[in-house]
């Protein structure tokens, strides 16, 4: 594989869910905000914000409801990334019942522009020595979390982030082999089969070796547990809610 340090720094990422006292400064705060705003933008239409969380008791409020994930409490740094059509609205001044801002077009754009910021923040993060943890776990109770942080319309609170210098140093996830997710030309389901066997074997591995051999699973069997269950079915709702659907009929040649 050809290195160079920003891969080397890519292929060493691991989630961190546990962090020193150590903070972090406003200047590096600042600065991973900046990295994460100059990732690609559809349009450059800039469709999210991100709201840090300093308030101690907003702060144990979010552990709580994105499942008592300590972490989210303990971390120095914890920012909400938000899928945002709200300040496009603003800045188009549409009155009510004008423009194609509430669209499924645009949720996809909000919310890839989220991510993208997103990653570009934990790159840089990483690239200081800090660690980061992804939080969908504010996504359990989104109406609460929307309504602690006063989140307004066309404003969809995405995921959480937890930044700090780590106090623990995990092993790597192992990924799916590569040939699973490259297809050449046309979609190509042909070797799935084994190719998930043997990342199955990997992660099985992988489990035991970090749960000291107590835990015993591998990914189809973890796939199966997660996609057998339901999880966050009021986000179709929620999402209407927040008017991310409003003008998708309102197309002139639409005849709804
Ligand atoms: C959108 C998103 C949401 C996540 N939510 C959580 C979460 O709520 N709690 C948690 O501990 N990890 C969370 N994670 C971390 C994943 O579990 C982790 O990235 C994945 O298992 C791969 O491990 P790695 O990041 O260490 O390589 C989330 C990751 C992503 C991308």
Same mark, same amino acid.
């Given at each position: &594989?050809? &290195? *160079? ?5 890519? &292929? =060493? ?24 705003? /100059? ?5 450059? &239409?800039?469709? $999210?914000? +991100?709201?840090?969380? =300093? ?11 994105a499942g008592n994930q300590a972490y989210v409490e303990e971390c120095p740094v914890f920012l909400v990334w938000c899928?945002?059509? $709200? ?12 423009? $194609? ?6 949720? +996809?754009? #909000?919310?890839?522009?989220? #991510? ?11 690239? %200081?020595?800090?660690? #980061? ?26 995921? @959480? /982030?937890?930044? @700090? ?20 030309? +046309?979609?190509?389901?042909? =070797?799935?089969? *084994?190719?998930?066997?043997? $990342?199955?074997?990997? %992660?099985?591995?992988? /489990? ?12 189809t069997q973890a796939m199966q547990v997660k996609l057998g269950t339901p999880s966050r079915l009021h986000m179709k ?20």
């Amino acid at each position: &594989m050809s &290195m *160079n340090e920003a891969i080397h720094k890519l &292929m =060493n990422h691991r989630s961190i869910r546990k962090f020193k006292q150590e903070p972090v400064t406003k200047e590096q705060l600042v600065t991973i905000i900046r990295a994460a705003q /100059m990732a690609s933008t559809s349009s450059n &239409m800039q469709a $999210y914000s +991100v709201i840090q969380i =300093n308030d101690r008791d907003k702060r144990s409020r979010l552990a709580a409801l994105a499942g008592n994930q300590a972490y989210v409490e303990e971390c120095p740094v914890f920012l909400v990334w938000c899928a945002d059509l $709200y300040r496009l609205k603003t800045a188009c001044g549409f009155a009510e019942g004008e423009g $194609y801002i509430g669209t499924t077009e645009n949720l +996809v754009v #909000a919310i890839t522009d989220t #991510a993208l910021a997103a990653q570009n923040a934990v790159v840089a993060a990483e690239s %200081m020595g800090l660690g #980061a943890v992804y939080i969908g776990g504010i996504r359990n109770q989104i109406k609460e979390v929307s309504a602690l942080l006063k989140l307004p319309e066309y404003v969809i609170p995405v995921y @959480g /982030m937890c930044l @700090g210098y780590p106090d623990q140093s995990p092993s790597i996830r192992p990924r799916l082999p590569y040939e699973a997710v490259l297809h050449e030309d +046309v979609y190509s389901a042909e =070797n799935y089969e *084994n190719l998930i066997q043997a $990342y199955d074997e990997t %992660m099985k591995q992988y /489990m035991l070796d970090r749960t000291n051999g107590t835990k015993d699973t591998n990914w189809t069997q973890a796939m199966q547990v997660k996609l057998g269950t339901p999880s966050r079915l009021h986000m179709k709702e929620f999402i209407s809610s927040q008017r991310f659907w409003d003008h998708d009929r309102k197309a002139p040649d639409s005849k709804a």
